[in-house]
């Protein structure tokens, strides 16, 4: 299907959030070198960064995300303050969740980037209870979902699919198939190697996409709202990406073929989209030189803030369980 | 006030929290058209009332019943799901202990998720160990969920309705052999707050804490022992998290024995953390050794002798307090 014209704004808008979302990811692999810096495991999603910002794109204020364990591209296209983010990657008391959530539980209410879960799987099935609140109240919201063709053989994503299309909720399922789950190819754990497939299984449409390229995703990404959102019920995007930098920062990657990276890292997505909107001419080498430079400052102001931001103190550790009055 | 049995008051605090708040709504298997069509289950007649947009039987499918609660909570609602049996909680128990205990914490505060699950508890109606198993120690196990379980239909009413407007995801225990029990409810909308237990009788020799079912079991145990002059606090838990610390605590200060009595499991059971608590912090006031009445570490056996060995008897409840008497 031919695309819909995109306006050169949106373009533009497309590119930089990819640019200002591998930037961050970037120094968070600098950061990672750093003795001390950055506490636990980093989880990136270098490489995917046109499914986060394709999807997200197509969405309005009010719709909902559900992010997972690869969060940063999810959240920064949605617009949460990059400084709030890393200060929480930092474990810093300024960041999303005052420290508590750390990088892997990353969630932004300001921005309804509500829910985020590590658990593999488990967004699903609260996204179906979002995108229910919004089908109850009638408020004509979509609620998009992400989770990895790992979590794709979680019964908990079977049971939401299941729900969802059985109620007609504006749901949209976006799999991230980035070629690995832990360190095991869709071949290995997954009965299908088209994903999308399992649409017709829930009778939903089921499309699969090029993640590479952000303009494929974007288009799709509106259709497959729409549909969300006329109440014809929920949809499934399967997004072929691929994961560069192994599971998290200290996976060395032993089990993947070089030139499987290398493969793939022709098709990076960012610089694809570089190279598309230079040629077309819907982007001169000094305003992307610029959109560098700005991606670049706003990463390091976001630093620079959560570095002098404090540790939140050890006590603080009771508090949020529950609401207050809390009760030890 | 009015006399009605725990099903009818369950229904009547679900019709009241439905009436009084478009954000409440109930989903579960079988919550509109169940397979029962008694007047004591807690949801009967309420798809009629209320119809099908607010009142969704679900697919059988506990993890997404318990993710919907999650999402929708957060989101502003007050879903109100069931779980048919205890035992099928471990099929929600991941949206339950990682996500709705968990989320909120994980946000610094900034959300809520303001759910209640109803779970359908209970042993001695020979289905077996796959449809009966306490797994309440589990729960309390898990920060973030609160935990009521409720004895009197005035209790359950009480409860229901302070769980279903409680900010913060509450888990209520409904033992089903209590459902066709008769008790006064009064009218209309009033509270039981959660974390306040009950003294149900006051004695002086022995503290003895029960919750549900099981407190039946510890009322007629300890009833048996009026003849031989030995007369105890009994006290009603209604909420097992957060835990009425000071009213335990008071009680075996002033006794210095302590007998808990719960048909679940002994090993690891919720009566443990009771004893622990007791003698931590009531040590020099005990007189004699903390008894704990549970069941053997074996799953629910399905014969009627084997189910009634595994369950707790006024018999053993009585030898327990004065076990802890006899030191």
Known sequence: ?328 | MAEMSMGQALNTALTLAMQGDDRVFLAGEGVGVSIHQDPNMPTHGLLEKFGPQRIKDTPVSEAAIAGLAVGASVMGLRPVVEIMFFPFITLASDMLVNHAGKLRYLSGGKSSFPLTVRVKAGIGFGAGCQHSHNLEAWIAHSPGLKLVWPSTPHDAKGLLLSAIFDPDPVIMVEDMMLYWMKGEVPEGDYRIPIGQARLVAEGTDCTVVAYGAALYTALKGVKALAAEGITCDIIDLRSLVPLDKACLLSSVRKTGRLVVVHEANRFCGYGAELAAIAAEEAFRDLKGPIQRVAAPQIPVPGSPPQEQFYKPSAESVAAAIRAAIRG
């Open chain 1, 1 to 328: 299907m031919a695309l819909q014209p995109i306006p050169a704004d949106m373009q533009q808008h497309l590119l930089a959030q990819m640019v200002l979302i591998r930037r961050f990811e970037e120094k968070i692999i600098n950061l990672c070198q750093k003795e001390g810096c950055l506490p636990g495991m980093q989880i990136l999603a270098v490489g995917q960064e046109a499914v986060a910002v394709g999807i997200v794109a197509a969405l309005e204020p009010n719709d909902i995300i559900v992010s997972n364990h690869r969060s940063h591209g999810h959240l920064l296209a949605r617009g949460a303050n990059p400084d709030a983010l890393m200060a929480e990657i930092m474990g810093k008391v300024s960041g999303v969740g005052h420290g508590k959530a750390g990088t892997l539980h990353l969630s932004v209410p300001e921005v309804n980037a509500l829910m985020t879960s590590t658990v593999v799987g488990a967004g699903p099935p609260m996204a179906a209870g979002a995108a229910f609140a919004q089908q109850y109240c009638a408020t004509g919201g979509v609620t998009a979902v992400f989770f990895g063709d790992g979590a794709a053989a979680e019964g908990s994503v079977h049971e939401a699919m299941n729900l969802a299309s059985l109620w007609k909720l504006p749901l949209l399922f976006v799999c991230e198939n980035n070629c690995w789950a832990g360190a095991q190819k869709p071949s290995q754990h997954c009965s299908t190697q088209d994903i999308s497939k399992r649409g017709e299984a829930y009778d939903m449409p089921g499309v699969r996409v090029d993640g590479n390229d952000v303009e494929q995703v974007y288009d799709l990404a509106r259709r497959m709202i729409a549909h969300c959102r006329s109440g014809q019920g929920p949809a499934l995007i399967e997004a072929k990406t691929y994961r560069m930098r192994g599971h998290g920062e200290k996976d060395r990657q032993h089990y993947v073929d070089k030139s499987e990276i290398e493969y793939w890292a022709k098709l990076c997505p960012v610089a694809r989209y570089r190279q598309k909107l230079l040629s077309g001419g819907v982007i001169s080498e000094t305003q992307l030189l610029k959109m560098e430079r700005q991606a670049i400052e706003r990463v390091e102001a976001a630093v620079a803030f959560a570095e002098k931001s404090a540790y939140p103190p050890p006590e603080s550790a009771l508090s949020d369980v529950w609401t207050a009055p809390e009760n030890a």
